[in-house]
């Protein structure tokens, strides 16, 4: 039986094209269901404030730092979404006078223009963000080398290459509305993929790349970095891959509620929980990863009911 046509955007693939009975589960999921979904591989924890939440986010990079050694150095890849933790990292590294000579840290992803890396004239350019609001914040006796800083900017090989070189403790993120982390966006309904997205197996060989964004992703970065202005919004972008995200120790999926919404945080936990990968929800491809943790703000859980607004 052929799978629905998307109610979004129908030359492409997304969530809306799942099975009905996979949606109406995860729509009935309570936040307490969600810490059932706990399983070996997969962690859920749900943060009751705020500031816990974002605290505990920036300690991971204090954590993965602190592993680094000049024998043996050792890094975070970080998302921009959410970036409330950033300048806690680089006040945390400076009160515990954290020296960052043996650390690394990887961009997830950036915009592509005229098939190009943006520069950090652009007012969305992730790495200007990562540099504003976290290191260029940290005292300069304790600052990172910049050969230590990678960005998915200029030769992608290179960026995919350092992921051998250094150990990377952990893959932080959030999620998007498409089911992103980074910009691992489902894939257009074309070609061999007509009728059906690609096998997971065939997803998890792409590596670090430019790729095109889903109309749902383009509207979501309007919004929560816009504006809603979307024609600022590139429809590019390079981004780390699952090859590489699979050479990460430890994934860590954050949910402060205003990335996604309640259904969408739902969903992807319960594909991970109940190994149901499908590349249409690219998050849920992470229930073959061996060590994945989802954390919640309490607040921004919500409900999967109907109010008119």
């Not at 997969?42 to 204090?62: G, N, Q, W």
């Not at 005229?114 to 940290?138: N, Q, W, Y």
């Not at 290459?161 to 990377?168: G, L």
């Amino acid at each position: 039986m052929s799978r629905p046509i998307s109610k979004v955007a129908p030359g492409w693939w997304d969530y809306t094209t799942l099975d009905e009975s996979i949606l109406q589960d995860a729509a009935r999921l309570s936040a307490d269901d969600l810490v059932q979904l706990s399983r070996d591989g997969f962690k859920v924890r749900i943060f009751d404030t705020l500031e816990e939440f974002y605290c505990a986010e920036a300690l991971e990079y204090i954590e993965a730092w602190r592993q680094a050694t000049p024998d043996n150095p050792a890094g975070i890849c970080g998302p921009i979404g959410p970036t409330e933790q950033l300048p806690l990292v680089a006040r945390i590294v400076n009160s515990m006078g954290l020296k960052l000579q043996d650390a690394h840290f990887w961009g997830m992803d950036e915009w592509i223009e005229d098939g190009k890396p943006v520069d950090m004239t652009h007012p969305l350019s992730f790495a200007k963000a990562d540099m504003e609001l976290c290191f260029d914040r940290i005292d300069k006796d304790l600052a990172m080398p910049t050969s230590n800083i990678h960005f998915p900017a200029g030769d992608l090989s290179d960026y995919s290459a350092s992921y051998d070189q250094v150990h990377c403790v952990l893959m932080q993120g959030g999620q998007g509305e498409v089911k992103h982390w980074a910009f691992n966006d489902p894939p257009k309904r074309e070609g061999k993929y007509r009728d059906a997205p690609p096998p997971p197996e065939e997803y998890r060989k792409l590596g670090t790349r430019i790729t095109d964004l889903h109309p749902m992703t383009v509207i979501q970065n309007a919004r929560t970095s816009g504006g809603g202005y979307v024609p600022q919004v590139p429809i590019c972008a390079a981004t780390v891959g699952p090859v590489e995200t699979w050479k990460a120790e430890r994934v860590s999926i954050w949910h402060p509620g205003h990335h996604d919404n309640p259904f969408g945080m739902r969903l992807s936990a319960l594909m991970i929980a109940k190994r149901i990968p499908d590349s249409s929800v690219p998050m849920s491809l992470l229930a073959d990863h061996p060590d994945v943790t989802f954390s919640y703000y309490r607040q921004g859980i919500g409900v999967v009911d109907t109010e008119m607004h």
